[in-house]
């Protein structure tokens, strides 16, 4: 197999042969081979061990043809060193057994070294990379404050946020305080990642169309953009992702980011516009479309590589992750469709 670089040619707004494809959550249940492993081993424990990580992250790699590679992991892990109880209990998600809420739960916080504490997550990169030999590029990723910051203060997955909002709105000192720990952490994470051989890195902000602009702006904003900021240094692209971001777009942009990611919600076109030519957009079919009869699904793929109209700067993705119980064969037929579709 050839040098594969028209992801981060993309990323950087070059020319490219035809539009790179990739899935958020490409590696997962919906594989067989994923849940052959997961029969045996919990997900922190396929996390925790390097040569499981490599594994998983490559399934995809192997199955689909994709044209990038994303770090098995997940965006929770570092909340572990930091001092929170994770546990993935069976069917619920995650579950933080110590949910903070107080100035002094946040100030007992551990700042995180990621070579110590985090070494088994870079030991996967450095393996991923020896076994893609440089042919696909591989991508690292780490949660953004705000969407950390939720599972940290709710203890887990939250439908609006209350308690999060609440110290927000009656603690701002506190939820500075915890912003900016989180910030450094993850700052230093994917820093590490970088260094470690990721060749590019997305920032997870799955939560944060929960809040209004004015919040955003205020909450929020500083501290990605801190961690943008600090990661750019490294040279490597990076994108910057949420859901139900509509409104946010241009904030989003604000805070930064080489490439910003587009959720279903919006007209691909009319998202590109808001952020500006001059940025690369990934997305962004529904991925619930992936359920779809082929010749419809065929149809949604044609309609978002139209609006993208082949300009530079184009990632094709979901607009969220894949969902378990997706047929693999859809999945690939996609990798395929945006090939031949965008060929130039
Ligand atoms: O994309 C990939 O293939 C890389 C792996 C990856 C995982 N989690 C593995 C995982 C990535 C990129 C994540 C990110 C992640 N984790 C996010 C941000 C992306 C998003 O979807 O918004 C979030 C919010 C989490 C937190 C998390 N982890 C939740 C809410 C859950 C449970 C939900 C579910 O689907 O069950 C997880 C578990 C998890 N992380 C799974 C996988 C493959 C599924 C669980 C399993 O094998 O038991």
């Not at 989180?182 to 902000?205: E, H, K, M, R, W």
């Not at 590589?305 to 082949?310: E, G, I, S, V």
Request: net charge negative.
């Amino acid at each position: 197999m050839a040098l594969n670089d028209r992801f981060l040619k993309a990323c950087r707004r070059e020319d490219v042969d035809c539009t790179p494809v990739w899935f958020m959550r490409q590696a997962g249940r919906y594989m067989a081979e994923y849940r052959a492993l997961r029969a045996k081993h919990t997900l922190l424990e396929i996390c925790a061990q390097p040569e499981l990580a490599t594994e998983v992250t490559l399934q995809p790699v192997r199955a689909l043809g994709v044209d990038a590679a994303i770090l098995f992991a997940d965006i929770l892990l570092p909340l572990i060193p930091m001092g929170l109880d994770l546990e993935f209990a069976q069917g619920e998600g995650p579950v933080i057994h110590n949910p903070i809420g107080s100035r002094a739960d946040v100030e007992a916080l551990r700042r995180v070294e990621p070579h110590e504490s985090l070494a088994h997550v870079l030991e996967a990169v450095r393996l991923v990379r020896r076994e893609l030999d440089g042919q696909t590029p591989l991508i690292g990723f780490a949660g953004a404050p705000f969407t950390l910051a939720s599972y940290m203060i709710e203890g887990g997955s939250s439908r609006n946020f209350i308690k999060t909002k609440r110290l927000m709105y009656s603690d701002t000192r506190t939820w500075h305080i915890l912003m900016s720990k989180l910030g450094c952490v993850i700052a230093d994470y994917l820093s590490a990642q970088v260094n470690a051989g990721a060749q590019a890195v997305q920032l997870f902000d799955s939560w944060v169309g929960a809040l209004s602009p004015d919040d955003y702006r205020e909450y929020v904003l500083p501290h990605s953009r801190f961690i943008i900021e600090q990661v750019q240094r490294t040279g490597v692209p990076l994108i910057h992702f949420g859901t139900d971001t509509a409104m946010l777009l241009p904030l989003l942009k604000e805070a930064g980011g080489d490439v910003i990611g587009l959720d279903w919600r919006v007209d691909l076109d009319r998202g590109w516009e808001t952020i500006g030519v001059e940025r690369a957009v990934q997305g962004n079919l529904d991925p619930v479309a992936l359920f779809a009869p082929r010749a419809e699904l065929e149809r949604r793929v044609r309609r978002i590589l139209d609006q993208a109209a082949n300009r530079p700067g184009h990632i094709f993705n979901l607009g969220h992750g894949i969902l378990p119980d997706t047929p693999v064969e859809n999945v690939k037929a996609v990798v395929e469709l945006v090939h031949e579709f965008s060929k130039r």
